[in-house]
DNA sequence: AATTCACGGATTGTATACAAAAATGTCGAC
DNA sequence: GTCGACATTTTTGTATACAATCCGTGAATT
């Protein structure tokens, strides 16, 4: 037995939950996911809590735990808040980067386009998660740093949903170079612009996506 | 009996941590707490982890909770990214504002000039809360909103505290009226520069006081 | 004398038991 | 047949009991 089973509860119903395993709106009965896990209510107590405040679900008092997805405004307001974040950084990081992380952000780049080529976008994916990471760091503040990370994964499952979408990934790929560029050229307001519009075009396209599915729905 | 005491637990140990009765890396006694409080530790541990997640306190597994005051470079650090997102935020508003938010942003704003005339620095506090409430919420992103009452709400006892330095009420003053000129003619970027060197300037005040204090104690 | 190992105390993490409140179902009145 | 009050049941919130881990102390060994 190790120290912290909440933790790990934690995790395996975040993942359960973006896994589609809970639908929107579902209660989570304390009970019932004690006995999933095989502990008692009160690590699953805890867990619930933490996913409480990363947002994943909504604790009413003496009702419950529910989850809760985020609807289409809110999507939208979180991707904008992202593009607006990761502006910060670029415009940071234009005037901060160190030399190694520049190579490294052209390697990130290099083997992005490698994926585009072959048209794998699981790797495409990871190498742009890569290339976001640094950016994110170079901005050189702790605190801006853990909030673009946490927002960028609570993003996660809607990104990688459009990044399917036909042509995404060369549009994506001419993004990257162009924030690549201001930054090589330490021009903090052309990289904020760059990358605001990489991340806001994916709100975007996520926006369209709904639409689509709305429409076709009726 | 009302329905939940752990929420009403954290804020009574937030307001001890702020006011001082918990000193920076103290240990938080879970039976110890649960007696002040006189509740289990059941309430008392799910407090805990509250103000874990708002950074209050750190938890080490199987040591316990901590307090946990951010350092002068993560105190820099958050300055920062409040201006940043305070700039964000102005900008935003200055093309989704409406007349009557504007003409609160004027009341607010007068309502700080006449704290400031007679140098009541707690009103003039108060005032410029609601000042900065109403741009955040007039930037049209739920989220986004948030995040700056969080940040702000961390930042408090600090900002407070260089409020009463010589002279800083009246800069503040004109900070101010130059953020409203800019959302008044519908300029973004006027209103974000003004607004991220409003809330810059703070971080830079402070800077100085920490670094005062620190020679004096030498 | 320094180091290591063991053991006891203290403290966190988990399980269970109990209390209180809300959801649900039943019965009756209109 | 529908609405509403009351009892039952279910579920959350809290208290307590138990288990596991960490820390310090101290003695034994090199």
Redesign the interface.
């Known amino acids: 037995m190790k120290?912290?089973r909440a933790d790990d509860i934690a995790d395996q119903l975040e993942a359960l939950i973006l896994d589609g395993t809970f639908a929107e709106g579902a209660h989570l009965d304390e009970v019932q996911l004690a006995a999933r896990f095989e502990v008692s209510r009160t690590p699953v107590?805890?867990a619930l809590?933490?996913l409480a405040?990363s947002g994943l679900v909504e604790q009413l008092?003496?009702r419950g735990a529910f989850v809760r997805q985020p609807g289409p405004v809110?999507l939208i307001?979180?991707f904008?808040?992202m593009a607006?974040?990761e502006a910060?950084c670029a415009r940071?990081a234009a005037t901060r980067i160190s030399d190694a992380a520049l190579a490294d952000l052209h390697d990130a780049n290099a083997r992005c386009r490698t994926a585009m080529e072959t048209g794998d976008t699981d790797r495409y994916y990871r190498e742009n998660e890569r290339f976001h990471a640094i950016i994110y760091r170079q901005a050189g503040?702790?605190?801006?740093q853990q909030?673009c990370q946490r927002l960028h994964r609570r993003l996660q499952p809607f990104r990688r949903m459009q990044l399917r979408l036909r042509g995404r990934l060369r549009q994506s790929m001419a993004e990257h170079e162009a924030v690549v560029a201001a930054l090589d050229a330490g021009d903090g307001a052309a990289a904020a612009d760059a990358l605001r519009a990489h991340v806001a075009v994916q709100g975007e396209k996520f926006h369209r996506l709904i639409a689509s599915l709305k429409s076709a729905a009726e």
Chains 1, 2 share one sequence.
């Open positions: 120290g912290r107590r805890e809590q933490r405040q008092p003496r809110e307001e979180m904008e808040a607006e974040l910060v940071l503040n702790g605190w801006l909030e």
